[in-house]
């Protein structure tokens, strides 16, 4: 069945270092993958989403690639900043027409001075 | 950008009690959704809704009802509310019509049952 893993509970790093959250999936048919973010106290909204046409989303200095072969969409920033602190949730939609999505059990990025 | 409410955003509810969370979306999204956000588990889908009048169950619906009068409202209903449900519940809203679907959340009902 469909699924999304994301191993890293928690990512603790210094700012200034570059970020990659792991997450792979397994999906019945042709994949969608997001990644939301979560700040404390606030609502998941979307960070970014892969595309049809295998082209790379960015948002706020950060990209994630959609692997088919590795079944993968690490989310990877270059620069880690002090506001990125955040819950990052995986997610796959689901396959047919109900836009469901099934997430990650999210991971939590802690970025220190 | 897409406006999701929820209330109440904080409730305490005794064992057995009933207890609904209300959610409103302004964006005439066909499909709405209630999650529920553990630590340890994530975020997992309770109900869900194609429209005015359907409720689909998700992954985990026992113990949970949900109620979609209009396009516009879905309700979250715990009959006999548990210890068990406590937990923070998101509401999300969604076109559901393009291969990918965007879901905006609203800011979340913190539950406690006592």
């Known amino acids: 069945g469909d699924s999304v893993t994301q191993t890293e509970g928690l990512v603790t790093l210094t700012e200034g270092l570059p970020v990659m959250l792991n997450c792979t999936y397994q999906?019945?048919?042709?994949?969608?993958l997001f990644w939301y973010v979560q700040h404390l106290n606030e609502a998941p909204k979307l960070l970014l989403k892969?595309?049809?046409?295998?082209k790379r989303p960015e948002h706020q200095g950060f990209h994630a690639t959609l692997h088919k072969s590795s079944s993968s969409f690490h989310l990877q920033k270059s620069s880690a900043q002090l506001s990125d602190s955040a819950l990052y949730y995986c997610?796959?939609?689901?396959?047919?027409?109900?836009?469901?999505?099934?997430f990650g059990l999210g991971t939590t990025l802690q970025v220190q001075p | 950008e897409a406006a999701v409410t929820q209330s109440p955003r904080n409730k305490v509810a005794v064992t057995g009690g009933k207890v609904t969370l209300s959610c409103n979306q302004t964006?005439?999204?066909?499909?709405m959704y209630w999650y529920r956000q553990d630590t340890g588990h994530g975020l997992r889908l309770i109900h869900y809704?194609?429209?005015?009048?359907?409720?689909e169950k998700g992954d985990i619906p026992d113990g949970y009802k949900a109620s979609r009068p209009s396009q516009e409202n879905f309700s979250l209903i715990l009959e006999l509310a548990t210890p068990s449900q406590t937990s923070v519940y998101f509401c999300?809203?969604?076109?559901?019509?393009?291969?990918?679907?965007?879901?905006?959340f609203g800011a979340g009902t913190r539950l406690s049952v006592l």
């Open positions: 997610a796959l939609r689901i396959t047919g027409n109900t836009g469901k999505l099934i």
């Open positions: 964006n005439n999204h066909n499909n």
């Open positions: 999906s019945t048919y042709s994949p969608f």
């Open positions: 809704s194609y429209g005015a009048g359907s409720t």
């Open positions: 999300a809203s969604g076109s559901g019509t393009a291969s990918q679907n965007t879901l905006y």
């Open positions: 892969s595309f049809t046409d295998n």
